[in-house]
């Protein structure tokens, strides 16, 4: 039987995360958060001491053994055996990852790793290319966003706790620039897939949006039954 895969795209802080997450849960499906791989690759560009637009990098990738296991209502990842899930948010990391992920040949081996994770398991994805690039032809695609104010206070909400010298404004204007940075880049930029079923959720809550999507999905499945019945 051929596996499915649900797609979810969309900017930074849209919520993708914990959608993804619940919406996996509430499907019994695993759940891969792509940006992960893309950190993951980057805590050994940076453990090796590569610079982060060598030619290496893409080399990093393709010795990357990435499993996933649930646990405590949380998604871990493991590299080669290793539970690196704690660094993957490292500020360091943060900084190296979209240079790494800008490079084509580091794309086609994170592709490998994606298609290989999907292999045997349903899946809900998340990312930012993942219904355009990925699996166009997966047959839920959502793009999750919300406006930049709202997504800026969510970040802000974060961090704020972690340092209360943290500013919103300073937030604000960072998220600005990383939409514009993933919108223009040359490689994969983030862009709503065709097919796509668009979600504002700056007014719901994760429970709301997951809700929402899971309409989405059962109407898909029926107006695909009713089509299948039709022609055949
Ligand atoms: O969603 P995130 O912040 O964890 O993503 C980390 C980086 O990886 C970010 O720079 C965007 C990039 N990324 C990507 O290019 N393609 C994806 N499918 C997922 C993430």
Redesign the pocket.
Same mark, same amino acid.
């Given at each position: 039987m051929e596996t499915e895969v649900i797609t979810i795209d969309g900017p930074?802080s849209s919520g993708?995360n914990s959608v993804g997450f619940l919406l996996a849960q509430k499907l019994g499906y695993q759940y891969i958060?792509? %940006?992960?791989i893309?950190?993951a690759g980057s805590i050994f560009v940076l453990r090796n001491n590569i610079s982060p637009d060598s030619e290496k990098v893409a080399e990093v990738f393709k010795n990357l053994q990435i499993e996933t296991k649930t646990q405590d209502h949380e998604v871990r990842f493991l590299v080669n055996g290793e539970d690196i899930t704690d660094h993957l948010h490292d500020p360091e990391v943060?900084k190296t990852?979209?240079i790494v992920?800008a490079i084509g040949e580091v794309r086609e081996e994170v592709k490998k790793i994606q298609y290989n994770l999907v292999n045997s398991k349903n899946t809900v994805m998340t %990312?930012?290319?993942?219904g355009s690039e990925?699996f166009p032809d997966a047959m839920h695609k959502f793009y999750l966003t919300a406006s930049v104010e709202v997504r800026a206070q969510r970040r802000f909400k974060q961090l704020v706790e972690k340092d209360p010298k943290v500013k919103y404004e300073e937030i604000l204007k960072s998220m600005e620039d990383r939409d514009e940075k993933?919108m223009t880049r040359e490689v994969?930029p983030l862009r709503i897939p065709e097919d796509a079923v668009v979600i504002d959720n700056s007014d719901l809550t994760i429970e709301q949006t997951v809700e929402k999507m899971l309409k989405y999905i059962q109407s898909n499945v029926i107006a695909n039954e009713v089509k299948q019945s039709g022609s055949g």
């Open positions: 930074t993708k958060d792509s %940006g992960s893309y950190r943060t990852v979209p992920a %990312g930012r290319d993942i990925i993933d994969s």
